[in-house]
């Protein structure tokens, strides 16, 4: 066993886990990033279209395109990375944190460092999350494994293929499954409105008709060794009603249902949970209950865009940097969503200082407002040119702008669209 001692290791090497590493590098902390596959760069390195880095980098990049300037910098600041390495056992021994890190490349690997950053990413939902019916034939993959084969492996997983949910990634691999030559005979979307950016529904499902069936969900699949067809249902309408059921004769199905945070290796590390998001409880440090141990990134909350991941994880960095130095951490005081906000990002917030948030909207308005409020004072209201829950919504809340607050009261923050 090898001993690996650092004021902080990243569990993570995608853009998260190297954007919060090259910032405490920034500041001549000693840190490491252990990443469980053979290549930093994480989902990025398997999404070639480009979309990438128009807020961070005021251009567009395809994603290995945005992967690599990070790399690069992990490069240049001279980071220890251990690839291949699959992380296990975090514990708490007081002031410092320790691990055990597998690798076939490394052996076994023992790492004690006093800040940890939780940058795991989020896996994909699949057919057993969603409970759909029918038979368990070959042919069924989840949107990102079936970008991986085609993408990265060079396999096409089938000819005539239906893709059920419309998050970003399935309407992305309807355009990337028409350009390879197969036929996309529709999206499923349970939801009355899409679960995508609209540039995505726009350039990846109108600009090639591929067809958006909104309020339906698949209800049967049917197929021996392999998917020989699916039916489609509307969404509460009995077989006979208003809007008929009907069938399409198909031999892959892609299921874009959702992202989860991968949270197994928090949940062993004692970390407390948020049931809205799925990632962790974090302070306005992006600290998690466990002192010492941060998260940030797709393992915290699911993002759309991979430049507010940057933004984010960059600011994780600096908070881990001042927790290095002994910066004491301030007053905190809770935030809570309010109307139309499934949550708000951190679960604190330091009145002393400059805030970051992030909420995700629960309507699909035009014309909507922004309303935050602490303990019933308005603070912020800001116009919003549209809302729905696929695009987040972000914003700053300065020192100047909270008004005095009583230590005797509760000075929640509440969020609101109206």
């Avoid at 699959?86 to 690997?109: A, P």
């Avoid at 460092?113 to 019916?133: F, H, K």
């Avoid at 000819?159 to 990634?169: C, M």
């Avoid at 933004?311 to 309010?338: D, F, I, M, N, W």
Wanted: aromatic letters at 6%; proline letters at 4%.
């Amino acid at each position: 066993m090898t001993e690996k001692k650092y004021d902080s290791v990243i569990i993570g090497g995608g853009s998260a886990g190297m954007a919060a590493a090259c910032r405490i590098a920034e500041a001549g902390y000693s840190c490491a990033i252990v990443e469980r596959e053979t290549a930093l760069g994480g989902i990025l390195n398997q999404c070639i279209h480009n979309g990438f880095g128009l807020h961070h980098f005021k251009e567009e990049l395809t994603g290995p395109e945005y992967a690599e300037r990070f790399i690069q910098a992990v490069k240049d600041k001279g980071l220890d990375v251990y690839l291949e390495t699959t992380v296990m056992d975090i514990e708490d021994t007081g002031s410092m944190k320790s691990f055990y890190g597998y690798s076939s490349v490394y052996g076994l690997l023992h790492f004690s460092c006093r800040s940890i950053v939780l940058a795991m990413g989020c896996r994909e939902r699949n057919r057993g999350n969603i409970g759909t019916p029918g038979t368990r034939p070959s042919g069924i993959f989840t949107a990102g494994l079936a970008q991986r084969l085609v993408n990265i492996d060079g396999y096409i997983p089938g000819k005539k293929i239906v893709i059920v949910g419309s998050g970003d990634i399935g309407l992305i691999m309807a355009r990337r499954m028409t350009w390879v030559g197969t036929e996309v005979l529709g999206v499923v979307e349970i939801q009355p409105y899409p679960a995508g950016l609209t540039r995505n529904i726009v350039q990846c499902l109108t600009d090639f008709n591929i067809p958006l069936h909104l309020s339906h969900v698949v209800s049967k699949i049917w197929g021996k060794e392999r998917v020989e067809g699916v039916r489609v249902s509307p969404v509460g309408t009995e077989e006979g009603g208003n809007r008929a059921s009907f069938d399409l004769d198909c031999d892959t199905l892609l299921l874009s249902v959702g992202l989860v945070p991968d949270n197994e290796i928090s949940k062993k590390a004692g970390v407390d949970l948020n049931p809205e998001t799925g990632g962790a409880l974090v302070d306005s440090r992006l600290m998690t209950s466990v002192e010492g141990i941060f998260a940030c990134g797709n393992v915290l909350h699911v993002h759309d865009l991979v430049d507010f991941v940057t933004e984010e994880s960059q600011r994780c960095g600096e908070a881990v940097c001042h927790y290095l130095k002994g910066v004491a951490p301030g007053r905190q005081y809770r935030t809570v969503s309010g109307a139309n906000v499934k949550y708000v990002l951190p679960n604190m917030y330091n009145p002393d200082g400059d805030n970051r948030f992030y909420l995700r909207p629960l309507v699909v308005k035009n014309g909507a407002e922004l309303v935050v409020k602490i303990e019933g004072r308005e603070v912020i209201r800001k116009k919003l040119r549209h809302v729905q829950p696929s695009e987040m919504v972000s914003f700053t809340l300065d020192r100047e702008e909270i008004p005095s607050l009583e230590s005797s009261r509760g000075n929640t923050l509440e969020t609101g669209i109206l």
